[in-house]
Structures are given as structure tokens and as C-alpha cells.
């Protein structure tokens, strides 16, 4: 296949971890004979500094005439003192928003080479953990209507204000995301669990309806409800009860960083952003690291298991997928770890970010 990709590679480590992210995939094109064209666009804390603005139309364009897009890592204390709607993190939302990637697929899983770095006790966790939180990404309280109001003078005459931020579902938004939820638990061990906060929001009692509307279509799946508050709860009390979570773009928002913070290793955390006709934007689920940028000490492998992603969910290519994976696996068994990962006197052997990426390229 000859394919385009749009590559974002951000702010802080993000520049880094993609160069590795790319060498993979380099390496899985020269196996399996597919070409790929990178198309790099900026956006996120670097535009700001190059153009003045976190998302310039040219980089939407440019994601939108691409196959697919690869982003590393947005934002940075640099530009923590910018007002709200002038933060790197606007590019995010603004990428999500205009190319319609409702769908957010977050696994969280604990890959044996690393169980020990999980801080749930061992008996929590004796069979594996193997999760996927469906996140619904374009709608809800982060793209409702917000802003602040006047209320007047109190009796010592100073100003009052009020600041708001609306959640509001459509019936149609959570019919979508509950198909895609679906499907994914009837891929998998077919259970899945709809997080809301219906004993509350009327957004979420609606959302819960439309989950037992669309629940008689997959009869093989096996749908339950939890409060978000219980959820939270229950994820490290009795993580292994999940198979697949969906819920909103708040909850999943909190929910994921949880999910896979109890992998121990959120370094290793890739995500797909989805649209109905599966293309999409893959990124690592952490952040853009500014105290660790440009010293190659960062973990590359988050960003080259979205490259996996990609591969399998936007271009259906499963062996090239489960090469990178299965590399990544290797790896790791044979004993190297980035500074997040290693653990002193254990025979492990600590190497950097392109080291790490030049490994996994050559298994593949
Ligand atoms: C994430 C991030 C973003 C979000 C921020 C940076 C806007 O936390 O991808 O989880 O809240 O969606
Ligand atoms: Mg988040």
C-alpha cells in the first residue's frame, strides 16, 4: 500500500518519541512492502511559538487530505499563562472536533514484563489485566457552551460572577458510541459496562436509555450500568471485573488516566481517536514530559504501539500491526527498559529513547 500520513509531533518529548514511532514504521514498510509518506504539520505549543496560533487551518487541511494521523504529545508549562481558549491543549480538542473523531479507544493493559510496576496489590491483579475504555470524544461538557456571567453587587458592593460549562447528549451522540462500545465488547470477552451518573444529570439518564435501546441488538454482550463515583472505585478494588468500559467525554477523560495508571506503566499507553469510517488520529495516552524533552530519556513505546494502532484500525493491516507489537513484546523480554521502566539489579539493561526505537525496529 502507499499511504499518507499527517504527522504531528508537538511540544516537550513529542519530536523524540515520533522520530521512533516513524523508524518502526519505516521498518514495517521495508517488510511488508507498503511505502509511507509523512506529510509533518504543526500544531499544539510549537505552532503558537512558529505562527501565533495552536491549530492553523493549514494543519486540519493537511490531516484531513491524509490516510491517517499520527500526533506525539501537545502542550507545556511554557505556555501554562495563556488564557483557556489560547492553550496548546485547544489544538486537541480543535483536531477532534474537525476531522468528527467521536470514538476514543483507550486500552489499558499489564504486559507480564512489567507487572511489578503495578500498584495494585498482586492478588488484584493474579489473572492480568486487559481492559478498553471507549471514550466518547466530540461531545459533552468540553465542547458544551461555557462562559461566565455578571450577577451583580453583593452588600459590600463587590462584583459577583458565575461560571458555567453545559454537559448535553444527544440521543443520536450516545446512540453512536454505544454501536462502537458494542462491538468492541462482542470482539472481545462481550461485557460491556456503561459508566454515567443517572442518579444525577439528565444527560446521563438519557445516555443510560439509549444503552438499553441499543442493548437488544448485541444479545451476546452483556451490559451493566455503574455510577462514575463507583467506577472509580471499582477500578482498583476489583479492576478485573472489566472487559469493556463506555462512557462520556469527562468520565473517560478521568477514568482512562486511572485505568491505566493501574498498568503501572502509563508510558506504554497507546489511543486511537475514531471516525464512522475508521480513520483516525493515534496518539500515546501521556502527556508531552517538558522535564525530560531533547535528553532521550523519554519512552518511545506508547507512541510506536499507536503506530500498531493505526495499522490495524485505520488500515486493517493485523500481521503489520501484530509485528510492532510482538517486537515491542520482545524487547522487553529480553530485558530492556527506558529510565520510566527500570528497576536497579534485576539484570535489566536501561537505554534511551532512540535505542529503544532502533531495538524494535530491528526485531521487525
Ligand atoms: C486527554 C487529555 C485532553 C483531554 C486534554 C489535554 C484536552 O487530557 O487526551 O485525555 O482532556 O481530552
Ligand atoms: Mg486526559
Not at 80 to 89: A, F, K, N, S, W
Not at 161 to 173: I, K
Not at 229 to 248: E, R, S
Not at 256 to 265: C, H, K, L, P, V
Request: proline share 4%; net charge negative.
Amino acid at each position: 500500500m502507499n499511504l499518507t500520513i499527517a504527522v504531528i509531533k508537538g511540544d516537550g518529548i513529542g519530536p523524540e518519541i515520533m522520530g521512533e514511532a516513524q523508524r518502526v514504521l519505516d521498518a514495517v514498510g521495508a517488510r511488508f512492502g507498503h511505502t509511507f509518506t509523512y506529510n509533518e504539520v504543526l500544531a499544539g505549543g510549537c505552532a503558537i511559538d512558529a505562527v501565533g496560533t495552536c491549530l492553523p487551518a493549514g494543519t486540519v487541511e493537511a490531516c484531513k487530505e491524509s490516510d491517517a494521523v499520527l500526533l506525539a504529545a501537545i502542550g507545556g508549562w511554557k505556555w501554562d499563562t495563556l488564557p483557556g481558549d489560547q492553550r496548546p491543549e485547544q489544538a486537541l480538542l480543535g483536531l477532534r472536533k474537525e476531522l468528527g473523531l467521536f470514538s476514543n479507544l483507550r486500552p489499558a493493559i499489564l504486559i507480564e514484563e512489567l507487572k511489578d510496576a503495578c500498584p495494585l496489590k498482586p492478588e488484584l491483579i493474579a489473572g492480568g489485566l486487559d481492559l478498553m475504555v471507549v471514550r466518547e470524544l466530540t461531545g459533552g461538557i468540553y465542547f458544551g457552551d461555557r462562559g461566565r456571567q455578571s450577577v451583580g453587587e453583593d452588600k459590600e458592593g463587590t462584583e459577583g460572577v458565575v461560571a458555567y460549562d453545559v454537559e448535553q447528549y444527544s440521543d443520536a451522540e450516545v446512540r453512536r458510541i454505544a454501536h462502537i462500545a458494542f462491538d468492541m465488547a462482542r470482539k472481545r470477552g462481550s461485557k460491556l459496562t456503561s459508566v454515567d451518573k443517572a442518579n444525577v444529570l439528565e444527560s446521563s439518564r438519557l445516555w443510560r436509555e439509549v444503552m438499553e435501546e441499543v442493548a437488544p441488538s448485541y444479545p451476546d454482550v452483556e451490559l451493566s450500568h455503574l455510577y462514575i463515583d463507583n467506577a472509580a472505585m471499582q477500578l482498583v478494588c476489583a479492576p478485573q471485573q472489566f472487559d469493556v468500559i463506555v462512557t462520556n467525554n469527562m468520565f473517560g477523560d478521568i477514568l482512562s488516566d486511572e485505568a491505566s495508571m493501574i498498568t503501572g506503566s502509563i508510558g506504554m499507553l497507546p489511543s486511537a481517536s475514531l471516525r464512522e469510517d475508521s480513520f483516525g488520529m493515534y496518539e500515546p495516552v501521556h502527556g508531552s514530559a517538558p522535564d525530560i524533552a531533547g535528553k532521550d530519556l523519554a519512552n518511545p513505546m506508547a507512541m510506536i504501539l499507536s503506530v500498531a494502532m493505526m495499522l490495524r484500525y485505520t488500515f486493517n493491516l493485523e500481521e503489520e500491526a501484530t509485528a510492532i507489537e510482538t517486537a515491542t513484546k520482545t524487547v522487553l523480554e529480553k530485558g530492556y527498559r527506558t529510565g520510566d521502566l527500570y528497576q536497579r539489579d534485576t539484570g535489566q539493561t536501561l537505554v534511551g529513547t532512540a535505542e529503544i526505537g532502533r531495538l524494535i525496529a530491528q526485531e521487525i
